[in-house]
């Protein structure tokens, strides 16, 4: 026998072992309980439990409402009724404010007067709205009275030319009335150019009929009489004198 034979066949035994793989299944049996019987026990479910639940408080309740009837008589089904009705007449009859409506003349002063000053929604603003326009001799008058009773400090830039255009027009209606104007001295100068031509014809047709009456017979003379007559009683002048007596 080699030495150290023994001792290497352990060593070679324990250090090549193989390892087998596979073998039998073994399956785990009965999951669920079995009573004593070997009949399954089911387990009670959380749903179960809360429906359970609740039909067991619907029938508590529907026994209570029953209860409840049965003890009220029938006077107290009555009035119960009636005032139902009357709550509900109630209810209708309160007036439900709706879009668009317009709030009394006394809720609009308090709204007013609890809240600040706006152009826009205060009182003064919409009677101003309902009020008639204003003519511009009307407002010229209200600027007048403002620059007077404001200082030229105070007034803003439209106020102060509204005022500096018053005056403005009230100097030019004065010299145009004294004929200081350059329109004034115009229409002045028109005019009397149209007197002078007036005059200068008037002075000449005076001439003429003096001419002609001096060249004209006595016959003529009385004819244009009568024509001039004529033409005067046409225009509404006085009657002729001789003819009263005429038919």
Do not use: W
């Not at 009573?35 to 399954?40: F, M, P, Q, V």
């Amino acid at each position: 026998m080699a030495p150290g034979g023994p001792a290497a066949g352990r060593g070679r035994g324990g250090k090549f072992k193989k390892f087998t793989r596979g073998g039998g299944k073994h399956f785990s049996r009965d999951l669920r309980p079995l009573d004593a019987n070997g009949n399954e026990i089911r387990e009670k479910n959380a749903d179960d439990s809360s429906s359970e639940e609740e039909e067991e408080s619907e029938e508590e309740s529907s026994e209570e409402e029953e209860e409840e009837k049965q003890e009220m008589t029938r006077e107290q089904r009555r009035a119960a009724a009636k005032a139902k009705k009357e709550a509900a007449i109630k209810k209708k009859n309160q007036k439900v404010a709706q879009v668009g409506d317009l709030p009394t003349d006394s809720e609009e002063d308090s709204e007013d007067d609890d809240m600040p000053a706006n152009p826009n929604h205060s009182k003064a603003a919409r009677d101003q709205a309902k009020a008639p326009p204003k003519s511009v001799d009307e407002v010229a008058g209200e600027v007048a009275k403002m620059s007077v009773s404001k200082k030229p400090q105070e007034l803003s830039r439209k106020e102060r030319e509204a005022i500096e255009a018053q005056k403005k027009r009230e100097a030019y209606q004065k010299l145009h009335l004294a004929g200081k104007t350059d329109e004034a001295q115009a229409d002045l100068a028109r005019l009397a150019k149209i007197k002078a031509e007036r005059e200068v014809k008037r002075l000449q047709n005076e001439a003429a009929a003096a001419a002609a009456r001096e060249g004209m017979s006595d016959e003529q003379k009385a004819k244009l009489e009568r024509m001039n007559r004529l033409r005067e009683e046409a225009k509404g002048g006085p009657p002729a004198k001789g003819k009263k007596g005429k038919k």
